[in-house]
């Protein structure tokens, strides 16, 4: 079964950096390590084959254990792909420095009261997910730790300001939280 462990290992890597919502240039270092985690499994099954082939051992283990990857792969592509095509209620981002963009976060909220959170710096980001409530124009976050999550530039309370179209932070010291398109 030690034969078997790099090959859980890598398609366990391949699930983590395509579990961003079916999206594969969140990262540029995604361009590098996909193909790579991609060829070093194929590296591994022929490796496997070969050594099962030479001792005259069946392939079972080695076809269920491929089986059962690639399905697990494809029911995780499929779920992210129905996760990136929900419908988006209200977008907006925050950037400590608007010019650059060089770091952010980008919110979507959905209407199927989930939201996500996108942080980008230099090429890369992460992502957050969870649920909100927005009732009365008072938009709530489920999240008690998205300040310390967002570095401070995101709460889990706004008042949406019909007026100027924007997210107002109910405590004092967060940024306006600007909206790219409305309702």
């Known amino acids: 079964m030690i034969k078997y462990g790099t090959v859980i290992l890598l398609f366990l890597l391949l699930i983590n950096y395509t579990h961003t919502y079916y999206d594969f240039t969140a ?51 499929y779920l992210n792909s129905v996760q990136s095509e929900k419908e988006v209620k209200y977008s907006g981002y925050i950037s400590p420095d608007p010019q650059l ?17 996108n942080e980008y710096w230099h090429g890369e980001s992460r992502h957050y997910f969870g649920k909100y409530e927005f009732e009365n124009n008072l938009l709530t976050l489920h999240d008690e730790m998205i300040s310390e999550k967002t ?3 995101l709460t889990s309370k706004y008042k949406y300001n019909n007026i100027k179209k924007y997210f107002e932070p109910i405590e004092k010291g967060f940024p306006k939280l600007k909206l790219k398109n409305k309702e």
């Open 27 to 77: 990262s540029n270092s995604n361009i590098i390590i996909l193909p790579l985690i991609a060829g070093l499994l194929f590296i591994n099954f022929i490796l496997i084959y070969t050594y099962e082939s030479k001792n005259k051992e069946k392939h079972t283990v080695t076809n269920l254990l491929l089986i059962f990857l690639v399905s697990f792969f494809g029911i995780n592509l």
């Open 101 to 117: 963009k060089s770091t952010g976060y980008e919110i979507r909220l959905y209407k199927d009261k989930t939201y996500r959170i």
């Open 151 to 153: 570095e401070e530039l």
